[in-house]
C-alpha cells in the first residue's frame, strides 16, 4: 500500500504545491517567467489586472485571469487593450507579476475567446436558501449526494487538479487542509462538519486522478471529499453559485466561489474570491452550527 501511495505521488504534479518536493522554503522555491499578453482589465482593488496572455513555457498554456501587482505603481498608464510583456513570479504559496512594459503590437497567440459556461437557466441561489440536490463521484469512486450531508455543517469550494497559479486552487486546497486541521483540534467545533471540493475538469479529474491530489494533501477522507462526475450535475451547481468556467484550450479559466452550508441544508455564506482567510471559513462554519 505504502508503495501504490508512493507511486500515486510521484505521478501527479499538482503534489508540488503540498509537499514541497524536498526543496528548502523561500528563494530556492521562487521560479520567474517571462510573458506576454493584452490587459482585459483592471480591476478597481488597484492592484489586479487581468491578462489574455501567451502560453507561459514550461508553466501554463495560454489564457485569461487575474494577476496582482506588489508595486501598484506597476499598473500606472495601463488601460484595457494595451499590449505588454511582463515577468510572473511564482512561489509555491503566491504568485504576482512585476517589469510591465508595454508593447507597440500586441501578441499573436493568445488564448482563444471561449464563452463563460453556462448550461441552463437555473435559480441563482443566496443566503437563506436551502442547497439543492446535486449528484457526484468522490476520490474513491463511491456516489456522493448533497443531501446526505444535513445534519453536518458544510463546506465547499471549487477547484482543478492541474491549476499552476499558487493563488487559485491550490490556495483553496491549502485554506482548506488548514480547516481540517484546526476543526479537527478545536473542542468547540461542530459535533459534524464535512469539506467538500469539487472539480469543474470531470474529463481530467478522475476519481484516480483526485485521490492522487487528495493524499498529496493530507485529506482526512472522514472530513473531507474531492468530487468530480456528470459535467451536467457539475455545471448546475456552479451556475447556481456564481462560480463561472470556462474552458481555454488545455486549462480552464475560472473565478472563485466558496460555501458554507448549516445543517438544516441552508446556505449560510458565499465567499467570493480567494482572499478569505482560514480562520474566517472556521468562524463561519462554528455560527453555522449554532
Not at 18 to 42: D, Y
Not at 147 to 163: H, I, N, R
Not at 183 to 192: C, D, I, K, V
Request: net charge negative.
Amino acid at each position: 500500500m505504502r508503495t501504490i501511495l508512493l507511486l500515486l505521488l510521484l505521478s501527479c504534479p499538482c503534489c508540488a504545491f503540498f509537499c514541497g518536493c524536498g526543496k528548502e522554503s523561500g528563494q530556492a522555491n521562487l521560479q520567474t517567467f517571462a510573458a506576454k499578453g493584452i490587459v482585459k482589465e483592471l480591476e478597481p482593488d488597484g492592484k489586479t489586472v487581468v491578462i489574455s496572455h501567451e502560453a507561459i513555457t514550461n508553466y501554463m498554456p495560454a489564457m485569461t485571469m487575474p494577476f496582482e501587482v506588489q508595486d501598484t505603481n506597476q499598473l500606472r498608464g495601463l488601460a484595457a487593450g494595451d499590449a505588454i510583456t511582463f515577468n510572473l513570479v511564482v512561489t509555491p504559496t503566491h504568485g504576482w507579476i512585476e517589469h510591465i512594459t508595454k508593447l507597440d503590437t500586441p501578441p499573436v497567440k493568445l488564448a482563444p475567446e471561449s464563452p463563460i459556461h453556462f448550461t441552463r437557466a437555473l435559480a441563482p441561489l443566496d443566503e437563506g436558501d436551502l442547497l439543492p440536490e446535486y449528484q457526484f463521484t468522490n476520490e474513491l469512486g463511491r456516489p456522493v449526494r448533497l443531501s446526505q450531508f444535513k445534519g453536518s455543517v458544510l463546506a465547499f469550494t471549487f477547484f482543478f487538479t492541474s491549476c499552476p497559479f499558487p493563488d487559485f486552487c491550490p490556495r483553496m486546497t491549502s485554506n482548506f487542509a488548514e480547516t481540517e486541521k484546526t476543526l479537527s483540534g478545536m473542542t468547540n467545533a461542530p459535533s459534524r462538519w464535512q469539506l467538500l471540493s469539487i472539480s469543474f475538469d470531470p474529463a481530467n479529474d478522475t476519481p484516480r486522478r483526485l485521490l492522487t491530489y487528495a493524499i498529496a494533501a493530507h485529506y482526512d477522507p472522514n472530513h473531507w471529499s474531492f468530487l468530480t462526475g456528470d459535467e451536467a450535475q457539475i455545471s448546475g451547481l456552479t451556475d447556481q453559485i456564481g462560480e463561472n468556467f470556462w474552458h481555454e484550450g488545455a486549462s480552464v479559466g475560472h473565478n472563485l466561489r466558496t460555501v458554507v452550508v448549516d445543517p438544516q441544508g441552508r446556505i449560510r455564506n458565499i465567499i467570493a474570491g480567494n482572499k478569505w482567510t482560514v480562520d474566517d471559513l472556521v468562524q463561519d462554519m462554528v455560527k453555522a452550527a449554532d
